[in-house]
């Protein structure tokens, strides 16, 4: 059996257990390169590179957003959403303590903690997207109905264009 030449992460594994067919990226990390760095990179649109957000409530209790990488996410609108008086970012500590990846390179899929994931409604009118694959440079490339298929998605509309 030969080895993949992609590192083979929690996320990789989940999407394989589900039988999702992705197309995986390495490209040379840059710390603070963010979205840019990667959609300059693969000479994709930001809007189909995801970023995937660990945040919290008032009460610390954590939780995943998912947004497209042009985009910042209103968390006064996130916050009326979800029911709660505020949300915010969750420190980088708490952030890899919940999902076990590395800040740079957090997956949704294959977390430490399962978190509730709630994802910017529009990313499901792409039809291919490209999101961390849970190491830093490293994205895989999958369809969008295929990350409802991976994950319990709940659709926001918290998308502010930058």
């Known amino acids: 059996m030969t080895r993949p030449d992609y590192p083979v992460t929690p996320a990789v594994r989940v999407l394989r257990e589900k039988k999702i067919d992705f ?10 390169g963010g979205t840019h760095h990667v959609a300059e990179h693969f000479l994709v649109p930001e809007h189909r590179v995801i ?8 009460n610390r209790k954590a939780f995943i957003v998912l947004m497209h990488g042009d985009c910042e996410v209103s968390t006064k609108q996130l916050a009326r959403e979800l029911g709660v008086k ?3 970012p969750c420190d ?6 919940y999902t076990g990846y590395m ?4 997956s949704p899929l294959g977390t430490r903690v399962r978190l509730p994931v709630h994802a910017e409604g529009s990313i499901f009118e792409l039809e291919r997207i490209f999101i961390n694959g849970g190491k830093r440079g490293f994205m895989v490339e ?13 659709k926001v509309n918290v998308a502010i264009r930058e």
Do not use: C, N, W
């Not at 980088?92 to 303590?97: H, L, N, S, V, Y």
């Not at 800040?103 to 957090?106: E, F, L, M, Q």
């Not at 969008?144 to 298929?149: G, I, K, M, Q, Y």
């Open 51 to 58: 970023k995937t957000l660990i945040m919290q409530d008032e």
């Open 86 to 88: 505020h949300v915010d």
């Open 23 to 32: 197309t995986p990226h390495l490209y040379p990390f840059v710390d603070h």
């Open 142 to 154: 999958i369809r969008s109905a295929d990350l409802e298929r991976a994950l319990a998605v709940t």
């Open 103 to 106: 800040v740079g390179g957090i």
């Open 92 to 97: 980088e500590r708490d952030a890899q303590r």
